[in-house]
């Protein structure tokens, strides 16, 4: 008897082993497959990472062409200002020269700013002086 009893303790013990065992893979299965669908969400965050690094990628290109247009529309603004206050002390110039010219003598208004002074041709002022480019 004491083996039959022995072979029933035995059994008894792997019958536990194996609920145990079988337990174990389950609870292993579901880690498993917790684990798969984690490594998805991380996936799907990668891919949105990806995505997020091209749109930022993008704006800063945008951003580099965008400072360029600003950097030449500055510059134009510049050149623009330069040539307008060219012209500005080109008039001035002028009106001193008509001034100068004039000597009081009371020539019209019209002939001091500049609306009778010049030729039709070539650009001459009545006192032979060449008007020059202004740009």
């Known amino acids: 008897m004491s083996k039959d009893t022995e072979l029933l303790q035995l059994e ?3 019958e536990k082993l194996l609920q145990k065992f079988s ?4 609870e292993r ?9 984690k490594e998805e969400v991380i996936a799907g965050h990668e891919l949105t990472i990806e995505e997020k690094d091209s749109v930022i990628a993008a704006r800063d290109k945008r951003i580099g062409e965008l ?3 600003v950097s030449a529309k500055d510059s134009e603004r510049t050149e623009i200002s330069n040539k307008v206050s060219s012209i500005m ?4 110039s002028w009106e001193l020269s008509l001034e100068e010219g ?3 003598n009371g020539k019209s208004d019209s002939a001091r ?14 006192d032979g002086r060449v008007q020059h480019d202004l740009f």
């Open 12 to 14: 008894q013990f792997v």
């Open 23 to 26: 337990a174990l893979k389950e």
């Open 29 to 37: 299965d579901g880690l498993l497959q917790s684990v798969a669908e």
């Open 67 to 69: 400072e360029a247009q």
């Open 89 to 92: 002390s080109q008039i001035e």
């Open 102 to 104: 004039d000597g009081g």
């Open 113 to 126: 700013k500049g609306g009778s002074s010049k030729k039709e041709k070539g650009g001459q002022s009545d």
